[in-house]
């Protein structure tokens, strides 16, 4: 009950009672009600922490559920893109298949079963009106220049040579052979030896005064021409015309007459005659549509039927021996030069020339040489299916072919590895005995042509056979051939990286402490580098590959020592035995790599090593290196190669025949090639003459373009006068006129850097006559100031000659006395300031040089800062991609978020309008004397 | 030869074969509907001619009701029309007021000549309207005749109304099933060609095929044939690198979504680290399990991440279930916390109600 006034009729002890006790429930309900209010406050804090944790959940679901929806999706288009991707391979498969039963066909060729021996092609191109024309010259090779039949000279002094030994005739043999060979040359004095050899069929003579024409033997029958542009062989037929990939040329003879002397003058000759050619079938004309793609590469290829009576075998074996007594043959020692360089001149000479044709005249005399497989004819006869005996007679067919390749391989087998080989792994192994980086047999010399013999494969498609050690690189060549093949041809998701590729050429082995540094291959295939100076592991040069020719340090002291050392003793030999050299350190590893089994092959081996020629052994050892850091290629030739010794096992004698060639850089020039010709009487003279005419033709360039920039200026500068107020119109279009021609004539001039005017062309720098009487002139010069005399006095005397020679002697006296000049101190002094200049300038280009350098070195750290960052601004990008799908869900976080302040808002509104506990204060009057 | 091609091709085949028998059990069914439908136009037709008769027959009945009403008023109009004329007369004759005579016997001659012509006049008049009153009732019973023919007549005519809306839905059903009979037809002829060209297709290769093989050899058939070859090899490589290209496309939309998922994962670890810190989870007991199924979708998720897109194995369906699970748990417990601020704010209430009355009560 509300407390009321008290009322005078009331009895104030009862009244102050009852307003006790109204105060008493006035309290406890308000305490109540704070209780309840702080309850209330609790349970609303709890209910909106869970509802918010219940709305991020329920944002987290939703998002989840697209994922799963979205991750489905996705799972069910990459099945869709299998199932293509399964059924599209299919049909590459039959259309590859069906391809190339088409083309086996239309090249006639052997089975597949039966390697190939392609010869090489030389081919030459030209552009007429769009129509690429393709001209196809067998190499030297392939043309027989030997005449079977001799004349009466050559039969008389065979016969003389026969009689002198048999002894018929007396005169040292030797100088009959030189005799012969004098007369007639090395390769036809064989030639007359075995022609008239007892028990020969009586020779051929010759009738007429000319030897039998030369001609092209073994052509294919005809030839296939592919353009192809990245990799891919072009369509070259017009829009919506049957598709044309393969031009064919018309059939080939065999053999093919090159003479020209019964060149027919109303029929020319098909190395000649362009539609002779074609006609020939050594020329094939390919027009090509606009809109094809530009042409990088040319390929030609054909193959030689199956004849019957003249197997291809015989015709190329026939071949050689024609080469063998006309331009001559020899198999060629590995590491032979055949080209002239800086250093080492070609061994090709006529000391070569005769000594194959002594090693030819010794088979007919003696017999010829047995020659086993491992040697080089055998292995050379192995490649090319060819009998043995086909190439017993020639010389170097007798020489070891892999004892030292062998021993090497052994050796840096176990102790190198190399980025290559652990790319490979281990199972690499196994294909490490087939390795000949050099190739699987000798070079071929053919007159003065070397042939390396080198057998290849398709390792894109290659499919390994039960047994085979190659079998284990069958990943490793698919790889390859997919990083090498053209990217049309490449899964994006899984680019393959190539093999030996990159910057990591190195060997090693990890583990072993001798080779533990890095060692990785420089530019120079000779110097292997550690990286690290302080590690002291560079190797550079021959001593530091397989130690110096002699010495403590050398292969043929140390490698002695470490093959008689047990394994477990090296470490007790001196550092110079066993780090002396590379070799060392690998022969070192080798053995402590190597099983107890092989540990006497090893020995064996470094004992071969130990005897090598040092330059052999250096070029050996390098080459297992480089097959062991980055030369898949050798990898390649070696399952080509066991592959191919598989075939000539079980098909001895197949032979099948063709030639092939190729061309890159085959689009037309859109400028010519040169501005002219140079006829000088040596190449030195030649050389000059194009450097110092180059450079002349730059500075015509210079004045040409400078002529160009000055008429455009003018040009312009007149177009914004045409218009101006008080211009002469007709003067100014006149001028224009005038400076538009010079533009043109400066263009064109620029563009054939044409001759400019007399007066200027004799003022440009390097307008030098370099006429013989200049040249005359000059080494006069030279001479006289060579003997002592002062340049100025030799010139003036040049001068004064000149005055006499033109009737201008009264003159003399005056340009004395104008051009008196001081010899002795002054020239000194004059040429004393010139050295010090020369001082000047080296001393600058001395320190140009260090801020050169100083730039080099700073380009690895720029580099290196420039891929970081670029690898940052790469994942600040995927970053940004990754953050895209999630930008939405961040805005819906803050509208949720918003959302939730707006709740807050709108409780904390409710309870603001939730009436507050009542609290009033309350006045009543109380009676009187109430204390 | 071309095994793969005709693999595919047959099953292409089959698939445009079932397509044409699809679409052709289609047509019937169309056909049959079409036929249906035609069955029971006829009834229609009948329904609504009969309505159309009964509606002309109504329709002559008003018409004849209408007539006999016209008559009745063209009467009642010529009774009316006598009415006014008597009425006019009685006015012209000066109507109540006598004319002024002399006095004198003239005069009352005169005023009573007019008397009695007044009266003739009142008496036309009273005869003019109780014809007029007489053409009353024929006319409203001409009327009520009317209204009745013509109540009849709509009712005929909403008949044939409806009638015809049935005869007009059934023809434009008709329509409607004639167009997807043409369209069925249509498909069937589609997935013919389709299975023509793949026959076709299928020849084609009989055609190469022995071309290639064909003896003796013809260089002008097999050196096109061999360039064909090449021509669908190439374009076989080029169909495979796109397909490559839209499968990696594909394996890296797989590597972004599964990092967005990764992200999701990231807030519900954020979501489950907040729930398990809470010093009120131990309220309700079913908060536990909230946090532990977080806690098992976390650990699922860490255990995929590290592996490439295409290894990794998550269940997304199934954390959609788990989580919408605990989302249904969450809930449920977002309501008992409610209701238990609502209870809490009842209580409230009450005690303030409670101090409210306990100070404004009077006795």
Sequence with gaps: MRPIDWDPSQDPQTYLEQLDAWEAERDRLAAAQADASAAFVTAQARAVALANWAASLATDLSAVSGQAGQLAANAAARATLEAQLTRVAGEIEDHQAARELATARLLAGPSPQVPLVLLPLRLETRWLDDVLHVRIYPDDIGLDTHDPSLTDDELRWADHFWQVRSGAAAADQEETWQQLVRRFGPARAAWLVQATAPGQPTAAVRSGPWPQPAQARVLPDRFAVVALSGGLPINLAAADATPRYVSWTSPVADPLPLSPLEADPAAPPWWQDLAAARAAGMAVAIPVPKGAPPIEALAVLGVRSERSGAPAGAALEALLAGHTFSSGVELLASGTPTNNSGDLRSAHGSESQERAARSVRDAVLDGAPAVAADQAGGRLAMLLGLPVASLAPLAGSTAPHDVLMGAARLVVGLGARGALRDRLGPQAAAAWPLLEPAGPAPALRVGRQPYGVLPTTAPGRWQPLAGEAGSVLTDALHEWAAASGPPLMVDPAAPPSPLGGGPARRVTRDDDADLAALLLESAHSLQWTSGDPATGADVDGLDALVGPLDGETSAAHALPILASTMAGDLAGLPAAVRTGSLLARIAVAAKGAASPGDIAAVDAALGTLAVAERNDLARVVHELLDASSHRFDAWVTAVATERLEALRRDQPGSVAVGAFGWLTDVAPRTVPRSFGHVHAPSLAQASTAAVLRSAYLGQRRRAWMASLDSAAAEVRELEAQQGAAGSDPQATQASLSAARSRLALARDGLDRLAPLDAVAEERLPLAIDLSSRRVRGALWMLSAVRAGQPLAAVLGYQFERDLADAGLHQHLAAFRKLTRFHTGTALEKVEQVRRDREADLVAARAALADRQRAVVDLQGPLAAAEDSERAAAARAAEADAAYLPFQKLQAERATEADEVDQRMQELAAIDADRPKPVDRPFHVNLPPNVP | ?363
Excluded at chain 2, 194 to 200: E, G, L, P, Q, R
Aim: charged residues 20%; proline residues 4%.
């Design chain 2, 1 to 363: 030869m071309y095994e793969h091609v005709r693999a595919g091709l047959t099953d292409d085949a089959s698939v445009a074969q079932q397509a044409v028998q699809q679409a052709t059990a289609a047509r019937d069914g169309v056909r049959d509907e079409l036929n249906r439908q035609g069955a029971g136009l006829p009834p229609l037709q009948a329904a609504l001619d009969a309505a159309n008769a009964t509606l002309d027959a109504r329709n002559r009945d008003v018409a004849a009701a209408q007539a006999v009403v016209s008559a009745r008023a063209s009467e009642q109009q010529q009774a009316q029309d006598a009415v006014e004329e008597a009425e006019d007369a009685y006015d012209r004759h000066g109507g109540d007021e006598p004319p002024a005579v002399e006095p004198g016997p003239a005069g009352q001659a005169q005023l009573r000549q007019w008397q009695r012509e007044r009266a003739q006049l009142r008496h036309d008049i009273d005869a003019a309207k109780a014809a007029l009153a007489a053409t009353r009732p024929p006319l409203a019973q001409a009327q009520q005749t009317l209204a009745a023919a013509a109540a009849v007549a709509a009712v005929a005519a909403s008949a044939a109304s409806q009638a015809r809306d049935q005869l007009n839905a059934a023809t434009s059903a008709i329509n409607a099933t004639r167009q997807r009979l043409a369209d069925a037809e249509a498909a069937i002829v589609a997935a013919q060609h389709a299975v023509d060209a793949i026959a076709a297709r299928m020849a084609d290769l009989d055609r190469r095929a022995a071309v290639l093989v064909a003896a003796p050899l013809d260089r002008t058939t097999l050196e096109p044939a061999a360039d064909l070859e090449l021509a669908d090899l190439q374009a076989c490589w080029q169909r495979r690198h796109d397909l490559f290209a839209g499968r990696a496309n594909a394996i890296a939309a797989r590597g972004t979504l599964l990092a967005a998922h990764d992200t999701t994962v990231d807030d519900l670890a954020a979501l489950r680290s907040q729930l398990a810190g809470w010093s009120d989870t131990g309220r309700w007991p079913a908060l536990a399990g909230v946090v532990s199924a977080l806690a098992s979708v976390i650990a699922a998720n860490a255990a995929q991440r590290g592996h490439l897109p295409l290894d990794r194995a998550d269940d997304l369906a199934g954390t959609r279930d788990l989580l919408a699970a605990q989302l249904t748990a969450l809930q449920s417990i977002v309501s008992q916390a409610t209701a238990e601020r609502d209870q809490a704010q009842r209580a409230l209430d009450q005690a303030r109600d409670a101090l409210v009355q306990q100070q404004e009560a009077r006795p």
